[in-house]
Each structure stands twice: as structure tokens, then as C-alpha cells.
């Protein structure tokens, strides 16, 4: 660690401690660096608007900026241990760029609202991830549920088969929760989209900075206007989106854990494509869902990170180095969750339903409710209705799968699903 910022006469370093301070940052911060760098050329455009840098000035480390990027990405800039974190490097090549220059752009700066304003910047890049992979997965799932409504799938409730369902409700009910999850995804986007940057090291600073200048520039929809509020929301912008992630995962697993059912000998309702199974090591026999599992589990990624950040903000206000340890759990939630959504549009767009084996498995006694209803609806008490019912006796148009789905006509069931309903909102969000 070549490059400490902070560093004066007197002040003596001992490595591992520096070391156990910048703790994993240099590969965190790796995740962070871009927007880091964009923020840097607002703040320099920002310092050059009330005269601390002149056009020259601005234009030369604005360039140096968006160059250093370019090197980043194409790996000829490594972010490793002669840094800090990515906030030093990036002054560090200012410096060696531009000597005095370089060394103005910290001017009412701190790496306190530095990192806010990077991290702010990711997560609005990572909901935006998420909020496109709900919408697939929904657009897909209402594309089957239309094809399929009228495709005949027990319906369990306690595991127990309940009454008849179909292909098309099963897919509705996916649809219409990932399209609230996409509307969570998005309104966690308004409400993080604040910018953070200027609020200095929690306090502000003696100077005019252009604030609103750095909003525009970074397409915040809003000033996060107390210096002090601007420290208090790391953390809790953090968690925010995770509970917005969490949401999807937590469908995710929910849908999972159907299609582990769904494919197991036991019920044989669906098939996967082969690229979807993994092989077992001993048993020749076996095709095994992994795949399913892994997504299924990865909502347990999302949860342990909440966890890990709700337990760091147990912290009195203003900023506290506890809060470097925010980004290890929010990057490794977003990657893993966004990796494991990513692959489910194809899965559900490519999965098969067996359709004979669905049917064997609706017995008469999923039509009792259909009997009951329809006794009650020529005016026998329900109760009354009820107890015929049970006497194993059938609806008139018997033990008929499709009849009994075409009758279920209130809204959100198999014979009027709403899928309108449904497109028409999913059409509705930006
Ligand atoms: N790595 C630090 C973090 O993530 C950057 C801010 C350091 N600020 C400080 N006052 N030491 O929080």
C-alpha cells in the first residue's frame, strides 16, 4: 500500500494493520470503481463551476477520468494492493497525471461521501438489473399462463390434492408476483435515487459546492439534503434494495421448490432441458435438478447479507468505519441473486408439461368443491351443499377436468384468468 492519502510526518504505519484495515476493500471497491470515477467528474465539473478548478483544469481531469475508466475495463489498470481503495487509486493516478491539479479534486470531498455516492450509484444500476430480469420472468410466465389456462394440474393445498387447477394458473400466480416485484424494484429505485455527494464527511463544508450541478450530472432525482441524513442512509438504502431483491428470491425459491416436486418420480409433472440437470457421480441412473436447488438456496445469499448489514447499523449517527463492511454483503447478494434470476426466463420459457401424468392425478374427489358450489348456486344452503358433496358425488358436468376449469369464471381463475388485467399493469411500468 503505496498510497496512503492521509498520510503525515510522524504518523507511523504498521502494514497488517493496514492491511486488516482496507480489509477487502481493493476488491470490493473493484465493483465500485466505475461509478466512482463518474462521480469524480461530476465533482470536478461541480468544483469548476464555483471556481475551484479552472475550464482547463476541469476538462484535463475529466479526461484522465473517463481514460483511467477505459484502462480499468480493459484490465490495464488493476485496482490491487499498492491502493487502499479505489477512492486513493483514483486520486493517485490524478496526482501522477496532473501533480497540483490531481491534488485538487478531494478539495470538499471526503472518501465519507465519496463512497456513498459510488455505492449510490450501484445500486441503482443493480435494482435496474433487477427490476429487467422481473420483468422477463413475467412476461414470460404470462405468455404460458395463456397458452396453458385451460391445461389441467392438481391443485395441492397442506400437500394434499386439493381441487383441480391448470398450467395457465399456475403461471398467473408467478406472473402477477414478479410484476410486484418489478413495481417494488422500481419504486427502491425512486427512493434511493438521492445524491449523497457534497455532504462532505457528514458535516458539509465552507464552501458553496455545486449540489445540484452533481445531481443532474449523475441523473439523481433528488438532493439527500441534510449532510447528516446522507451518512444515516448507508446502510438503510443498502437494505432497502436487498429487500427488494429478497422479494424475487424469495419467489424464486418458492418456484423452486415446485419444480423439485414437479420433476421428482413422485409426481413426474414437468421435465426440464437436459442442460438444466446434472449427473450423479455414482449413480448411473440419475438425472438430478441442481440447477433448481442452487436458485432455490440462493435466496439463504440475500438473507445472510441483510442480516450481516442490519446487525453493522447497530452504530450511533454519522460515519463509522463499521460501514466498510456494508459492500462485502450487498456485492455479494446482488451478484449472486442477479446471476441466479438471470437464468430463469429460459428455464420457464423451455420446461415441459406432462400432461397425461397431470391428469392421472386428479382423482374425483378434487371435484366435491365444484359440487358443492353448484348445489349451493341452486339455492341449497352451503352447508347443506357441503355435506352432499362429501358423499362423493360429482358436479353435473362430472369428473372433467376442462369443464371443471371452464366453469371457475370468477376473476383470476382458470376460466377468466385476467391476463389483461396483468399485461395491461406490466405494460404500465417504464
Ligand atoms: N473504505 C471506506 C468505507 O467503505 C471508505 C471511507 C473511509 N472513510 C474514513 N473516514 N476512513 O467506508
Known amino acids: ?24 476493500d481493493i476488491v470490493d471497491d473493484r465493483h465500485l470503481f466505475t461509478f466512482d470515477i463518474q462521480a469524480s467528474r461530476a465533482h470536478a465539473e461541480g468544483l469548476h463551476n464555483i471556481g475551484v478548478l479552472t475550464a482547463l483544469e476541469c476538462r484535463n481531469l475529466c479526461e484522465s477520468l473517463t481514460r483511467l475508466d477505459g484502462l480499468f475495463q480493459t484490465g490495464e489498470f488493476i485496482l490491487d494492493e499498492r491502493f487502499e481503495d479505489a477512492h486513493s487509486a483514483i486520486e493517485a493516478y490524478l496526482i501522477e497525471q496532473h501533480g497540483d491539479t490531481g491534488r485538487k479534486i478531494h478539495t470538499g470531498r471526503s472518501r465519507n461521501d465519496q ?45 394434499q390434492r386439493a381441487m383441480v387447477s391448470s398450467a395457465g394458473m399456475w403461471w398467473a400466480g408467478w406472473a ?55 451518512q444515516l442512509s448507508r446502510g438503510k438504502f443498502e437494505l432497502q434494495a436487498l429487500a427488494a431483491l429478497s422479494q424475487s428470491l424469495l419467489d424464486l425459491r418458492r418456484l423452486a421448490w415446485d419444480l423439485s416436486l414437479f420433476t421428482s418420480a413422485e409426481y413426474s409433472f414437468v421435465t426440464l432441458p437436459s442442460e438444466y440437470t446434472t449427473g450423479s457421480s455414482l449413480m448411473p441412473n440419475k438425472r438430478n435438478p441442481d440447477l433448481i436447488e442452487l436458485l432455490r438456496a440462493s435466496y439463504a445469499v440475500v438473507a445472510g447479507a441483510r442480516t450481516e448489514i442490519e446487525s453493522l447499523l447497530s452504530l450511533p449517527s454519522g460515519y463509522h468505519r463499521d460501514l466498510q463492511f456494508s459492500k462485502g454483503p450487498l456485492l455479494r447478494a446482488f451478484h449472486h441473486g442477479l446471476a441466479a434470476l438471470a437464468l430463469v426466463p429460459d428455464l420457464i420459457d423451455r420446461l415441459q408439461w406432462q400432461p397425461e401424468k397431470m391428469l392421472a392425478a386428479i382423482e374425483p374427489g378434487m371435484f366435491a368443491t365444484d359440487c358443492a358450489m353448484e348445489l349451493a348456486a341452486s339455492g341449497v344452503p352451503f352447508r347443506d351443499a357441503y355435506q ?41 411500468f417504464p
Do not use: C
Open 1 to 24: 500500500m503505496s498510497h496512503l492519502l492521509w498520510q503525515k510526518p510522524g504518523v507511523t504505519v504498521n502494514q497488517n494493520i493496514q492491511r486488516f484495515l482496507a480489509g477487502n
Open 115 to 159: 463512497v456513498l455516492v459510488a455505492s449510490r450509484l450501484y445500486l441503482r444500476d443493480a435494482l435496474k438489473q433487477l427490476a429487467f430480469h422481473n420483468r422477463k420472468i413475467a412476461e414470460i410466465s404470462l405468455q404460458r399462463a395463456e397458452s396453458e389456462a385451460m391445461l389441467p394440474l392438481p391443485g395441492y393445498t397442506h400437500m
Open 176 to 230: 402477477e408476483s414478479f410484476i410486484d416485484d418489478l413495481g417494488l424494484a422500481e419504486s427502491s429505485i425512486e427512493w434511493i435515487n438521492a445524491n449523497p455527494l457534497g455532504s462532505g464527511s457528514g458535516f458539509g463544508v465552507n464552501m458553496p459546492l455545486d449540489r445540484e450541478h452533481t445531481t443532474t450530472a449523475l441523473e439523481f432525482n433528488r438532493v439527500q439534503v441534510a449532510a447528516t441524513y446522507a
Open 388 to 428: 352432499q358433496a362429501a358423499k362423493a358425488t360429482l358436479p353435473s358436468f362430472g369428473a372433467n377436468p376442462e369443464a371443471s376449469l371452464k366453469a371457475r369464471v370468477s376473476l383470476g381463475s382458470a376460466g377468466n384468468l385476467g391476463l389483461d388485467i396483468l399485461k395491461k399493469r406490466l405494460q404500465e
